[in-house]
């Protein structure tokens, strides 16, 4: 289990972004219904956007929409990345991976809805 940290702290909405992630990544369960999976995802890259606005004292709006917390990054002059050199952000560093791939879970996820419904027409 990782350290507990306070909800002010980027590095507590990591954690819980990397907890999401974990459960996103869980395809041996066959009990786990795939929409379940993609939403953990989509959890997952929210807490780490909102992560990287707490860190950079970004506010944010209280939404579950992604495109709306780039939006607020970028508008902000973020790229949502960070500059690798600093220590006191190695924490923070890590959730480009969380991003990364729970964007490519969603987009799988997308495509797979839309083979379905190709072959039920």
């Not at 009990?31 to 989509?42: G, T």
């Not at 709006?61 to 495109?67: F, K, T």
């Not at 480009?96 to 419904?117: D, G």
């Amino acid at each position: 289990m990782p350290d507990r940290y306070s909800p002010e702290d980027p590095r507590e909405w990591l954690n819980r972004a990397h907890s999401n992630l974990a459960i996103a990544k869980n395809r041996t369960d066959t009990s786990v219904y795939p929409e379940d999976l993609c939403f953990n995802a989509q959890q997952a890259a929210e807490k780490a956007l909102k992560a990287v606005c707490i860190s950079h004292h970004i506010e944010y709006p209280y939404v579950h929409d992604l495109a709306a917390l780039i939006t607020v990054l970028m508008k902000n002059g973020s790229s949502c990345r960070m500059p690798s050199k600093n220590p006191q952000n190695s924490r923070v560093l890590r959730s480009q991976p969380v991003i990364r791939i729970s964007f490519h879970l969603l987009k799988r996820r997308n495509t797979s809805v839309q083979l379905q419904r190709r072959r039920r027409l």
